[in-house]
């Protein structure tokens, strides 16, 4: 009985990873800026990530995030602030890979302990063909009104034409 269960579980977990919709990998490390010194631990710092859109090719986004020192951010256990910044540009042709969700999550990283997510999502703004990108923070309980919104016009570069983002969004 108990391992037919846990096969089960097993399977489920399986299911639900090849189901996930596609997220950004890792983000890369920009630089970090202390902005409170402390003696014996680490200092609180402001981070500087970059990441690339998993979805779609030529689209970089930048954003900052406060990181905690002290004991409790030393030992990753420090509930950070919800306090995010974010910009997104067009770095080259842009080429959809396939259709998206109007707020589809594109990355998702653990903020606290327990129950704090950072999200990015994304949309097209269909009327201008502009890709839209949000970033915000929930919490199981109690999420936080604070965001920020970024957008990239879709430019011609080079030779190659604009694409429609609204041809790839799923309806």
């Not at 689209?59 to 002290?70: D, F, L, N």
């Not at 999550?105 to 704090?116: A, I, Q, Y």
């Amino acid at each position: 009985m108990f391992r037919n269960m846990m096969k089960g579980l097993l399977a489920a977990i399986v299911a639900a990873a090849v189901a996930a919709p596609a997220l950004a990998a890792e983000p890369d490390l920009i630089f970090k800026k202390s902005t409170v010194w402390k003696m014996l631990t680490p200092d609180h710092k402001l981070a500087v990530y970059g990441l690339d859109d998993p979805l779609i090719d030529g689209v970089a986004c930048h954003y900052s995030v406060p990181e905690k020192g002290g004991v409790s951010g030393m030992l990753g256990v420090a509930e950070e602030v919800s306090d995010i910044s974010l910009a997104c540009r067009q770095v080259g042709p842009i080429t959809f890979k396939e259709k998206f969700e109007q707020g589809d999550e594109m990355f998702r990283e653990r903020r606290s302990l327990f129950f704090k997510k950072m999200r990015i999502v994304r949309g097209c703004d269909l009327k201008r063909n502009v890709i839209v990108y949000l970033v915000y923070s929930d919490k199981l309980i109690e999420g936080s009104p604070k965001n920020s919104t970024s957008t990239v016009p879709i430019m011609p570069w080079g030779d190659q034409p604009a694409p429609r983002c609204s041809d790839w969004v799923d309806d």
